[in-house]
């Protein structure tokens, strides 16, 4: 344990799902879901946007289902149970993958994926259907965007009504970074939406960098949502093809939007600190700004909190490995000379544990 140096806490999506809040991709995809074909799908007997067209093959107003469905899931068997008198289709290569990949593994990175896309069509030597092609996944990811914000708006409503995290001194660690123990200053680096950590009193407004943006404040602080990695070997090319629309949504661009990554910069310049994580992943989406904190040398350590979950497994392991891949090949030494061991009570508490 150290004391006196300044601490960076940086708070992702787990934090919020600790709470019990529906704010993992898959809660998104289920409420989008539901809300077109419940609400707007049964009005008209037709829906169809940039992601998702529903069609009712015949003139009436019959139902297929009698009860509010909860996931998309749900309503894909209701649409494949009646093929001859509802269709459904994807016009979005993209998003037809997102729901493949929530099927198969239950979970998606929609991140990672607009990359992977927009790498795949990059890489078309018809420079003409590779522009197109690139407009119409842009064009997708901002209609996402669009409903991934008034999704977080509906969240934001719940947060008052759900309880604080508890965190005795006695069996949690995470209380040094909310009761501000053993550090001259600290700041939280919110990568969520939400505002989870001002409207349940964990920090004060000063004290939190939203460096991805606010839900609740779209004017002053928009969303950033896109990838991160440019450190991918196709990413030069990209960048080297001098055509903007490819960049569209890579989020160093995001970030000049706003003052939050100097902010972020100028406090770790500052000082030495320690950098805690909780309920971040560390994934390759946010590979540039991890990196440039972890391999900071201001960074003396980093501590991870973990998730351990009902079955007694947690995903400590998990989160090294991600962490590994932000140290250059040349710094692994450093980056385990950084990564503190296990410790049994740096555990995320939860409010539920099914998410």
């Known amino acids: 344990m150290r004391t006196n140096t300044n601490r960076l806490v940086l708070i992702g999506n ?22 077109i074909a419940q609400a707007e799908f049964r009005k008209e007997n037709i829906y169809q946007d940039s992601l998702l067209e529903l069609r009712q093959n015949f003139t009436g107003s019959i139902y297929f289902w009698d009860k509010e469905l909860v996931s998309f899931g749900e309503i894909l068997q209701v649409f494949n149970t009646n093929k001859r008198h509802l269709s459904i289709a994807f016009p979005s290569q993209f998003f037809e993958r997102i ?92 990568f969520n939406y939400t505002e989870t950590l001002l409207e349940k009193g964990y920090a004060n407004k000063n004290d939190i960098i939203h460096i991805h943006g606010r839900a609740a404040d779209i004017e002053n602080n928009p969303i950033i949502f896109g990838y991160g990695d440019e ?42 600190f320690e950098t805690f994580i909780i309920g971040h992943s560390c994934g390759l989406s946010d590979r540039v700004l991890l990196s440039e904190i972890f391999e900071h040398p201001n960074c003396v350590n980093i501590e991870i909190f973990y998730h351990k979950r009902e079955d007694g497994y947690d995903n400590f ?16 030494n450093l980056m385990r000379r950084k990564v503190g061991d296990k410790n049994l ?7 539920s544990q099914k998410h």
């Open 14 to 35: 787990g934090f919020d799902l600790a709470h019990g809040l529906k704010t993992s991709y898959k809660d998104f995809i289920n409420w989008y879901f539901c809300k």
């Open 99 to 190: 729901i493949s990949s929530l099927i198969a593994n239950k979970w998606v990175d929609i991140e990672r994926y607009f990359f992977h896309y927009l790498k795949t069509y990059f890489s078309n030597p018809n420079v003409y259907k590779k522009e197109k092609e690139v407009a119409k996944l842009n064009k997708e990811f901002n209609f996402l965007i669009t409903l991934l914000s008034k999704y977080i708006q509906e969240v934001n409503t719940e947060i008052r009504k759900v309880p604080k995290l508890k965190f005795p001194k006695s069996e949690y660690n995470i209380v040094r970074a909310f009761e501000k123990l053993d550090a001259s200053e600290v700041r939280f680096l919110n």
């Open 231 to 272: 450190t991918d070997p196709v990413y030069q090319s990209i960048e080297d093809s001098g055509e903007n629309i490819y960049l569209e949504h890579i989020k160093s661009f995001g970030y000049f939007q706003t003052g939050n990554y100097h902010e972020l910069i100028s406090y770790i310049d500052s000082a030495p």
């Open 317 to 332: 392991k998990e989160i090294t490995q991600e962490i590994s891949r932000h140290f250059r090949p040349q710094n692994k």
């Open 345 to 351: 009570k740096n555990i995320i508490p939860q409010n």
